[in-house]
């Protein structure tokens, strides 16, 4: 029943709190493009691999817009983009550094707002029906047990029809 209350609670508080949701979101990703980007971390998925993915998917660049990724502390006195920034005809290593390669001019934020909040109308969707499920189940319940009990109390079976 908790559980029931808990999942009800935490919807409708992300219903509610869905533009504060979207503001956090491009201010975190613009975060991560300022202090945590760095070229030199090792591993798999690491951000600099997730931005790289994410521009190279969405043909997008930075958060707002390209010139997000200017004086980061990546390279904090650079004009520079990462190399995933430029067009796919022009890619080549380092073309981001340069100012004549062709480069996405839009940013990341909508794109990847809108491809949370297509999916975030089908977690909706798919939390509310759970919902009725498990509340169909707990009338179903209730009902089997109050049943029970008076089908164990009396010797006799009387239909609540």
Not at 63 to 84: G, M, Q
Not at 122 to 138: D, S, T
Request: neutral net charge; aromatic residues 14%; glycine residues 6%.
């Amino acid at each position: 029943m908790h559980a029931f209350h808990v999942e009800i609670t935490l919807g409708a508080l992300a219903y509610f709190f869905r533009e504060d949701l979207k503001h956090t979101l491009s201010e975190e990703l613009r975060i991560g493009i300022l202090h945590h980007y760095n070229l030199t971390s090792t591993g798999m998925n690491t951000l600099a691999d997730v931005w790289d993915d994410i521009q190279s998917k969405f043909g997008c660049c930075g958060v707002e817009t390209y010139e997000d990724w200017y004086f980061i502390d990546a390279w904090p006195t650079a004009r520079w983009v990462p190399d995933s920034c430029c067009l796919p005809a022009y890619y080549d290593y380092n073309c981001g550094k340069s100012r004549n390669t062709p480069i996405y001019l839009q940013g990341c934020y909508r794109q990847i707002n809108n491809f949370f909040m297509k999916r975030l109308d089908l977690i909706g969707f798919i939390g509310i029906k759970i919902a009725v499920v498990q509340l169909y189940g707990l009338i179903s319940s209730s009902l089997l047990l109050c049943t029970m009990k008076h089908r164990k109390l009396s010797n006799t079976y009387k239909s609540y029809s």
